[in-house]
């Protein structure tokens, strides 16, 4: 029995193979490539030890799918292919709509034809919108008042899911809501590697450090926070990996589940942009020259998880704390510099 990974080559992907393979799971990766790199496989392989299944190839690609569910004996997916830049969103609304929406009907259209029903799915805090209050429950509204098509293509998946489940009880869903991730894995073999300007502030921040950008632009001092900027809760993207397989197993331990299994994946900390730049200068003893200006179209002023529920559910909880996880990230860059 394997796990599909799709997205597997990516940021989150590639950590979380890392994880699976120590837990013992056996998978295969099905990525286009379209924002990461084949060299990510390598360097997984590099710390796993050992030969990595990777099939090239779109989720929106049916026929190419039905290969693969066809040559491999898949039993669940753990579904990280997506498209994930806001702004580009907001320029290129259908690409994104296409991409994620109808790239995720594809593949639950071709799961079900294969009577594979167990899936875990990449969603994002963003689907809250601004939150009422913080730190946000799972049961707090979705849906209102997101700003950007990326984030709203992950509103829709949810309520697809959550429609199929009410379709078919034999599915078995879980829809992991991420807060910030950052960091990097310690061997400093797989990061987060953006392409371009980044659009956000950890790899931002370490190219700065890194002297690849000149200096880092905070987005507004005049918000209701501690210090006026920002605050969000970074959950280190090792802690994220494991609590896929903390996911995996809970579907795999469960007979049936009442309804989707729906759950934040964050430390329940918020820091500012201001205290994340501090910390980072800490671990890395090079200041990061940093403007403040406007702020950005769309950003909220505060966000952060209450983790609770994964606690309970899953028996997973965050462990890497905010200096763990600038060190790593900027372990990551200097080793990176490209
Ligand atoms: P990433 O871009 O590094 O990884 C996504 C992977 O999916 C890439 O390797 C890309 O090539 C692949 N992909 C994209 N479209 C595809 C398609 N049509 N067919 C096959 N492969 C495709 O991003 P990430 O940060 O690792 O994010 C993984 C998932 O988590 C995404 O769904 C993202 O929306 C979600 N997410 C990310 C964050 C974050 O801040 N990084 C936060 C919340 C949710
Ligand atoms: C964090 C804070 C900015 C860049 C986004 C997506 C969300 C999810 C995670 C995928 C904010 C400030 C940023 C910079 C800055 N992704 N900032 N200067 O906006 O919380 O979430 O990534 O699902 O959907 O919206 O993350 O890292 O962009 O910003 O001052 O150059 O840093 O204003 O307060 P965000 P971010």
Redesign the pocket.
């Known amino acids: 029995m394997k796990i599909l990974v799709t997205g597997g080559v990516g940021y989150i992907g590639s950590h979380t193979l890392v994880e699976l393979s120590q837990a013992g799971y056996d998978f295969v990766v099905y990525d286009n490539l379209v924002n990461s790199s084949k060299i990510a496989i390598d360097r997984v392989y590099k710390i796993i030890g050992k030969d990595i299944s990777f099939e090239e190839g779109d989720i929106r690609d049916t026929k190419r799918l039905k290969e693969i569910f066809a040559k491999y004996d898949i039993d669940s997916v753990i579904h990280f292919a997506g498209l994930?830049a806001?702004g580009e969103s907001v320029e290129k609304p259908l690409y994104y709509y296409d991409n994620n929406v109808t790239g995720t009907i594809k593949l639950l259209e071709i799961m079900k034809e294969f009577n594979c029903k167990n899936i875990v799915f990449?969603?994002?805090?963003?689907v809250y919108g601004e939150p009422k209050k913080v730190p946000i429950t799972e049961d707090a509204q979705t849906g209102i008042g997101i700003t950007?098509p990326?984030?709203r293509s992950?509103y829709f998946i949810e309520e697809i899911l959550k429609d199929l489940y009410k379709s078919d009880d034999k599915w078995k869903i879980a829809i992991l809501r991420?807060?910030?991730?950052?960091g990097a894995h310690e061997s400093s073999l797989i990061g987060e590697d953006p392409n371009g300007i980044?659009?956000?502030?950890?790899?931002?921040?370490s190219q700065v450090a890194v002297g690849k950008l000149k200096e880092?632009?905070?987005?507004?001092d005049d918000?209701d926070t501690k210090d006026g900027?920002?605050?969000?809760d970074y959950i280190h993207v090792v802690d994220l990996a494991e609590a896929h397989v903390k996911a995996l197993e809970y579907l795999n331990s469960q007979e049936k589940l009442d309804k989707p299994l729906i759950v934040n994946l964050g430390t329940g900390k918020g820091y500012?942009?201001l205290e994340?730049v501090k910390t980072f200068e800490k671990v890395s003893k090079v200041k990061v020259s940093?403007n403040i200006?406007t702020?950005?179209a769309?950003?909220?002023?505060i966000?952060y998880a209450n983790p609770k529920k994964a606690k309970d559910l899953l028996g997973w909880e965050a462990k890497r704390d905010i200096e763990q996880m600038c060190r790593d990230s900027w372990n990551w860059q200097r080793g990176n510099k490209k």
């Open positions: 994930k806001v990449s969603s994002s805090a963003t950007n990326y984030g992950k991420y807060f910030n991730p950052i980044p659009n956000n502030l950890m790899p931002y921040i880092l632009q905070v987005f507004g918000y900027t920002g605050v969000r500012s942009v994340l940093y200006t702020r950005r769309g950003d909220i002023a966000l």
